[in-house]
């Protein structure tokens, strides 16, 4: 299968649409896909906003976990390569990258500061 190094730049805004979940190889039995080095081989769903109001939705296989990538917020794929593939009756493009990391770190919300009655305040 012949690897398509995709230039992410020319894709516009990338967004977790999906969190990372394990790759699951063989359905029956429930094992999860491993990469040459055992590193577990996890799916994200990328929204791909390419123009107004156009999205699509692309499927991106990633080597290990991807710490702070979670739905919405905004990422940078690195490495990001395309295949194409076919198998009988059926045909398509699959992704994968070396890494998905998110463009702002995320954190819990903070706490919102408690509500002030106005009465013996400040001067």
Request: proline content about 9%.
């Amino acid at each position: 299968m012949q690897s398509i190094p995709v230039d992410t730049a020319r894709l516009g805004v990338l967004r977790c649409a999906v969190a990372p979940e394990p790759k699951i190889s063989n359905f029956d039995t429930g094992e999860v896909k491993k990469d040459k080095e055992g590193n577990t081989v996890y799916t994200v769903g990328v929204m791909v906003r390419q123009e107004a109001r156009r999205v699509s939705v692309i499927e991106i296989a990633v080597p290990g976990e991807q710490p702070g990538v979670v739905e919405g917020v905004q990422v940078l794929v690195t490495g990001l390569e395309a295949f194409a593939w076919a198998m009988g009756d059926r045909h398509g493009i699959s992704f994968r990258a070396a890494a998905i990391t998110p463009l702002q770190p995320t954190s819990p919300n903070p706490a919102p500061e408690p509500a002030r009655s106005g009465k013996g305040g400040e001067r």
